[in-house]
């Protein structure tokens, strides 16, 4: 299909500064696995642990935010770190849907993660990885339960606003509403009051 290999050229330049999409892999069907980054990366976790701990001790809030971020990128075409693509003048992305702009925060501790990881590990770890390792250390960081992190996820290099505009619920869905769309991604009632005391967090902070 010509128009992917056009939108896989452009959106290489649309990505955040810090965040450049990396590579992983040669087959599409490769497995995530815990252990994606132990040889290449054996200090990856340490690193990301460093850098949302400091951004949590600035702003405690920051840690209910960065777990929204996640969640707001996986629900749109899975978690891909399609969230992360900055719009340009011929590219509209995700960050600002109507579900996401001005509601999405912590872009800027993204940029720190990567950009500390890319002193450790140039090159290696993808963007939309390092959300999930993020989202979990910010729970954990926040006094909530630890669990181990698949990885070995690629990318996006692509984005669609109009995914995003369709797939995040909006905070007007009734509860009808909101466990389908959780139950679309394979998540149940229980994760979905998970995420609505984080998001509740955010919202009267
Ligand atoms: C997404 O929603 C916003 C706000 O309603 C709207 O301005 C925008 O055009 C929508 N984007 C697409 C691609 O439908």
Known sequence: MASSTTSASFSMAVLTSACVWVLIGASASAQLSFDYYTRSCPVLFPTVRLTVGAAIA???????????????????????GSILLDDTPTFTGEKNAAPNVHLVQGFEVVDQVKSAVEGVCPGIISCADLLAIIARDSVVILGG???????????????????????????TSDLKKLISSFQNVGLNIRDLVAFAGNFSVINLA
């Open 58 to 80: 600035r702003e405690a809030q920051m840690g209910a935010s960065l777990l929204r971020l996640f969640f707001h990128d996986c629900f749109v075409n899975g978690c891909d």
């Open 145 to 171: 339960p630890w669990w181990p992190v698949k990885l070995g996820r690629r990318d996006a290099r692509s984005a669609s606003q109009a995914a995003a505009n369709e797939s995040i619920p909006p905070p």
